[in-house]
Every structure is written in C-alpha cells, then in structure tokens.
C-alpha cells in the first residue's frame, strides 16, 4: 500500500482479554518498528524488526506482550490479559533502511482502550 | 539516554511569526531527525541531519545542529495555523551493539499557531 496501515484504529476491551493489533507496512521495508505512546509522552521503543526476526524486544515490557512478523510483511502485536495501564496508542512504524540510518514512516496508530 | 529531551515543552505563538524548538541528546550520533504528530495521528518525518552536517533548510524548515554541544533546533519561518502540532526529535546513536536502529523520542515540543 502506499502507506504504513494498522487495524483497529480503535480497539475498546475488558480487563483481562486478550487483544491483537495489526500492522502492515509500506511494500519493501525490511525494517518494523512498534512503539507505544500515552497521552502527552512521546513514543516508546517496544520492539524492532528486521525481516522476520525481532532483533531488539527490550522495550516489551513484560511476558504478557508478544509480536510476530512471520512473513517479513505484516506484524501482529499481541497482549495478553490486558490491564488497565496498557491502555495507549500503538504506533508502527517501517524503514527500508537497513543499518537504520533513514527515516521512519509511521502508520496512524491503534488506539487501544481496557476498561 | 539516548533519547533527545526538547524544550520547550510548550510553544505558543501568532501566526506568521518564527518558531524555534531545541534538542540536547546525551550520546554520539550519527544523525538526528526531526518529526512532527498532529493531534491523534501518527509521526511524519521532517528532516534529517547528518552529524557532519552543520545546517539544513526544507522549505520553511531550518535545522541546525551543534555535536559539540550535542544539540539541535528546528526553526520554522513564517509559521501557520497548520503547523500546530507536537514536535519530536529523535537522535540515532552511533556506534556497534545494535543500537544504531532505534528512535527513541522524548516528549516533544507542543507548537500552538495562534490564526
């Protein structure tokens, strides 16, 4: 596509659920990123792809968050028993740069509310 | 950190008038991008300096860049309603152990252009 696109904008759940927020980047890019981003901070480093391997998750912050990019496209973000604190815009992010010297194309983001 | 710490946290001004926002980072770079976020919609990069670069113009954009001082301003002439919007600066540390691939961000200038 001509743009980074993630799916839901919005998602609402319940404490507890588990949720799966979706990123498919801009054709080519090798490189994803995962950023989370709470209301008046800027954004916070989660996790980098490059092709299908995580090459850095030290910004998950903690076993209830997964990502997966099995085909070196589309990456799935996944939360389990989702907490209040979790609540946040997600934000990804592809490059086609691979030593990591360009810039970033940021999708719109996945607003994710737990009640 | 290696993440750029803006200032001010907050901007207000006429339109029409200048608008200057500054970075300091604490690590050798290898560049430093600079990226806006209207409200509730993801980043778009702006400009990227190199560290061998001193100054670069984009339009109404102008940023410079002081590795001595390790810091950088984003200056934008004869600003616009439209420019409204949150301001990040994201240094890209240089150097081997992987880390030359990830933006960090801090909070951001919040630019308010007054029509």
């Known amino acids: 596509g001509a743009g980074v696109s993630q799916t839901p904008s919005n998602k609402v759940t319940e404490k507890g659920k588990y949720v799966e927020l979706r990123c498919d980047p801009i054709?080519?890019?090798?490189?994803l990123y995962w950023y989370r981003q709470s209301l008046g901070q800027g954004p916070e480093f989660l996790i980098y792809f490059q092709g299908t391997g995580a090459a850095d998750d030290s910004g998950l912050p903690n076993d209830r968050f997964f990502a997966v990019r099995p085909e070196g496209s589309v990456s799935t973000l996944k939360i389990q028993r989702t907490e209040r604190g979790d609540s946040a815009v997600y934000l990804c992010?592809?490059?086609?740069?691979?030593?990591?010297?360009?810039?970033?194309?940021f999708g719109e983001g996945s607003r994710l509310t737990v009640l | 950190s290696q993440q750029g710490e803006e200032d001010p946290q907050a901007l207000s001004i006429q339109e029409g008038e200048n608008a200057t926002m500054n970075c300091s980072y604490k690590t050798s770079i290898n560049n430093l991008q600079w990226y806006r976020q209207n409200s509730g919609r993801g980043l778009v990069h702006l400009i990227l300096i190199r560290s061998n670069e001193r100054e670069k113009h984009s339009g109404r954009l102008r940023v410079t860049l002081d590795t001595s001082k390790k810091s950088s301003s984003l200056l934008i002439t004869a600003s616009r309603a439209a420019d409204t919007a949150s301001y990040f600066c994201?240094?890209?540390?240089?150097?081997?152990?992987?880390?030359?691939?990830?933006?960090?961000f801090g909070k951001g200038t919040l630019l308010t252009v007054n029509p």
């Open positions: 994201a240094p890209l540390p240089h150097g081997g152990g992987g880390s030359n691939y990830k933006l960090t």
């Open positions: 992010a592809s490059s086609m740069d691979r030593v990591g010297t360009g810039e970033l194309f």
């Open positions: 054709s080519g890019h090798t490189a």
